[in-house]
């Protein structure tokens, strides 16, 4: 999130555009915040109604990522005149306002175009405490980090879209995370006193971290070997199975990322991966973080896990350990 031509700084505005940071924020009361976001994306899957799943949790996981409540959706439709039939078309709506339903919101509304390539997504309103706004912000020395899905899926979808090369198995477990809300990671950040979140999408987990070290003035310390992920990928990696986006995503952090540890061309992809509809990164006061996810295995995200530290340092960055 973010846009050169922000205007003067309104004092209602609790979230804007100085971090970066996964949705905005704005006061109407002293205990009511809206959280306003929106996101769309290209078919990730063949089936529509799963596509239509995806994209829509993937738009609300910036509410939870807020610490908000989706309240309601409004969809966006960039659907092409030939090539889709109407039945596919209305399947992806069913599978969004199945998701939307799920998270405890509704559908109002929304806007189509007709573009030559197929994408889908929402704008999604939410309600927020405004002294329980979670941001990319506040993560501070000390504090242990959490991640609450596996990483890999932007490997899995080229995989599986381009080459074929993903096994049944490796794609419907995939879609099952991705389809996944991160409501119950939210509640346990809130549970648990988070001092910062951020969902892991398109800059990949590198890249959504060092926007978390940036807005807070910290360093991110990963342990590579205690990040969740999917083992396949690195095989997909080593045949050719990559995304335009994740040499962008490396050139994004620069020198601000270190290896103290050699890691593998494959494992260091697996960094600057894309995501779609990826889990929360977490910045949790260190007495908090194993029971945060002990709450978050009994709840069934059963891959969440410790996987790293947060360091105070002069130069925001990310740091990789084994």
């Given at each position: 999130m973010g846009y050169l031509g922000a205007g003067p700084k309104d004092p209602n505005v609790l979230v804007g555009f100085d971090t970066a940071d996964d949705a905005g924020v704005y006061r109407l009361t002293e205990e009511i915040a809206l959280v306003q976001t929106v996101d769309f994306i290209t078919p990730v899957v063949d089936d529509p109604f799963l596509f239509g799943q995806v994209a829509a949790a993937n738009a609300l996981?910036?509410?939870?990522?807020?610490g908000g409540r989706p309240l309601t959706a409004l969809n966006i439709c960039?659907?092409?005149?030939?090539?889709?039939?109407?039945?596919?078309?209305?399947?992806?709506?069913q599978g969004a306002e199945d998701r939307v339903r799920l998270s405890g919101a509704v559908v109002i509304g929304g806007h189509s175009v007709m573009d030559?390539?197929?994408?889908?997504?929402?704008?999604?309103?939410?309600?927020?405490?405004?002294?329980?706004?979670l941001t990319n912000a506040g993560a501070r020395p000390g504090d242990r980090l959490v991640l609450t899905k596996p990483i890999g899926?932007?490997?899995?979808?080229?995989?599986?879209?381009?080459?074929?090369?993903?096994?049944?198995?490796?794609?419907?477990?995939a879609l099952a995370w991705m389809i996944s809300l991160n409501d119950r990671a939210s509640r346990a950040a809130l549970d648990h006193q988070a001092h910062a979140a951020t969902d892991i999408t398109g800059f990949g987990l590198a890249g959504h971290s060092f926007?978390?070290?940036?807005a807070s003035s910290v360093e991110i310390v990963f342990r590579f070997d205690a990040i969740p992920r999917y083992e396949e990928?690195?095989?997909?990696?080593?045949?050719?199975?990559?995304?335009?986006?994740?040499?962008?995503?490396?050139?994004?952090?620069?020198?601000s990322f270190v290896m103290e540890y050699p890691l593998r061309e494959e494992e260091q992809t697996l960094l600057f991966d894309p995501q779609t509809s990826g889990g929360l990164l977490l910045s949790l006061p260190p007495a908090q973080a194993d029971a945060c996810v002990a709450a978050l295995h009994e709840a069934g995200d059963t891959l969440s896990a410790v996987v790293g530290e947060v360091a105070a340092s002069e130069r925001p960055g990310v740091r990789i350990r084994r």
């Open positions: 996981s910036d509410v939870y990522a807020m960039c659907f092409p005149r030939k090539g889709v039939s109407r039945r596919d078309l209305a399947r992806i709506l030559e390539e197929l994408k889908f997504g929402l704008s999604v309103t939410g309600l927020v405490h405004p002294s329980r706004i899926t932007g490997v899995i979808i080229g995989g599986l879209r381009k080459r074929r090369l993903v096994s049944d198995a490796l794609a419907e477990r926007e978390m070290a940036q990928v690195f095989d997909l990696i080593s045949r050719g199975v990559t995304t335009a986006n994740t040499k962008l995503n490396r050139e994004m952090l620069g020198g």
